[in-house]
């Protein structure tokens, strides 16, 4: 059975940096093709792809943010990391991660991370 | 940057009513087109990938189509649970994958 679960700070203030985890079970992102990317969606929005890694530690980030963005996985390939710096008020939103596998079609998805970037 | 646009944002539909979501991509997308339920907790559901092949469990009143820059989703039959939010996503253009707008599919 195939579960991720996001985990995050809940608020931070601007400027600061926002470390997010993914944790994940039912797979292995070490398994060719497979991939966990990070998506979020501000409230009443639509849902914005941040961020990727692959199953052979490839990195892909969107580009209008891309100098902010860095994403990793641990070494036991059951946890993706997702860091975003000099956070404003615009980066609040549930942030999810989602796994892919030979495809760009996110199969398995997070309940979400709310994140509210407030001073 | 493929831009998506879903129409009609809102919809209001009776149950067992037939509808369709449109989805127009700024650019044509060879057909790598996603769509996605999600329900008012947040929960995201997949449900039909690379245009019209749907995901395993998805209910065959659900369908997908299109070509070009012009696709859509129908749903034969409206039953309670379908009343959600869905979207469209495309991957043609890497690494960007944008999706649409969104589609709120509401109880007449």
């Known amino acids: 059975q195939v579960t991720l679960k996001e985990s995050g700070p809940g608020m931070l203030q601007p400027s600061k940096t926002l470390s997010l985890t993914c944790s994940f079970s039912?797979?292995?992102?070490?398994?060719?093709?497979?991939?966990v990317s990070w998506i979020r969606q501000p409230s009443g929005k639509s849902l914005e792809w941040l961020a990727a890694?692959?199953?052979?530690?490839?990195?892909y980030y969107n580009p209008s943010l891309k100098s902010r963005l860095t994403v990793s996985k641990d070494t036991s390939n059951t946890q993706v990391f997702l860091k975003i710096t000099s956070v404003d008020i615009a980066d609040t939103a549930t942030y999810y991660c989602?796994?892919?596998?030979?495809?760009?079609?996110?199969?398995?998805w997070g309940p979400g991370t709310m994140v509210t970037v407030s001073s | 940057d493929i831009q998506m646009t879903q129409t009609p944002s809102s919809m209001p539909a009776s149950l067992g009513e037939r509808v369709t979501i449109s989805c127009r991509a700024s650019?044509?997308?060879?057909?790598?087109l996603n769509w996605y339920q999600q329900k008012p907790d947040g929960t995201i559901k997949p449900l039909i990938y690379?245009?019209?092949n749907l995901q395993s469990g998805v209910p065959s009143r659900f369908s997908g189509s299109g070509s070009g820059t012009d696709y859509s989703l129908t749903i034969s039959s409206l039953e309670p649970e379908d009343f959600a939010m869905y979207y469209c996503?495309?991957?043609?253009?890497?690494?960007?994958?944008?999706f649409g707008g969104g589609t709120k599919l509401e109880l007449k």
């Open positions: 996503q495309q991957y043609d253009s890497s690494p960007t994958w944008t």
């Open positions: 650019q044509g997308i060879s057909n790598y």
């Open positions: 039912g797979f292995s992102l070490s398994t060719s093709g497979m991939v």
């Open positions: 690379y245009t019209s």
């Open positions: 989602a796994r892919s596998w030979e495809l760009w079609y996110f199969d398995f």
């Open positions: 890694i692959d199953w052979d530690g490839d990195k």
